[in-house]
């Protein structure tokens, strides 16, 4: 008779999986996109926003959220996409400190996802992590918060050797 005895099935340990990530998934430049819920704020309506004299063309403006400034940008450029009609929706995004609202057409929904698949070269302009599948079986690109908000600031950084 072996030392060894099995184990029943339910009182065995379970295995760990990494928990599944959710993400934000919107529509920019008629293409879908995702961004980690860890990044995504929230989801707001333009109602006011004031024009900044001398800003970068990408900045559309400012908003006050809650007693805070907000600037709102348009981000489809940056992603190689066409400036398309607005719809008075943008999604903000946060890095730390650093928060900004980009203008999105529409937002399709929340998904899981586990796997992140490589990003294809020319995809988004560099600012993606990667390709998921979300809950609908659709494929989204999924955005770097944090370089999409240092691009945007890109304009305003001062030149090498300026002032």
């Not at 302009?125 to 809950?135: C, H, N, P, S």
């Given at each position: 008779m072996s030392a060894e005895t099995s184990v029943p099935d339910e009182l065995a340990p379970e295995i760990e999986q990494a928990p599944a990530r959710r993400a934000c998934v919107v529509l920019l430049g008629g293409r879908r996109f995702a961004v980690d819920v860890m990044d995504a704020r929230e989801v707001v309506v333009l109602d006011t926003t004031t024009a900044v004299p001398g800003a970068p063309a990408a900045v559309i403006g400012v908003m006050n959220l809650r007693g805070s400034v907000l600037p709102i940008v348009e981000a489809r450029p940056l992603l190689g996409l066409p400036v398309g009609a607005g719809t008075g929706r943008a999604l903000v995004l946060a890095d730390g400190e650093r928060r900004a609202a980009i203008l999105i057409e529409r937002v399709l929904g929340l998904s899981t996802f586990a796997d992140v698949r490589p990003p294809r070269e020319d995809d988004?302009?560099?600012?993606?992590?990667?390709?998921?599948?979300?809950?609908?079986?659709?494929?989204?690109?999924l955005l770097d918060a944090r370089a999409v908000l240092t691009a945007l600031r890109r304009p305003w950084a001062p030149a090498p050797g300026g002032s």
């Open positions: 988004a302009g560099g600012l993606a992590v990667g390709e998921i599948a979300d809950d609908d079986g659709g494929r989204a690109t």
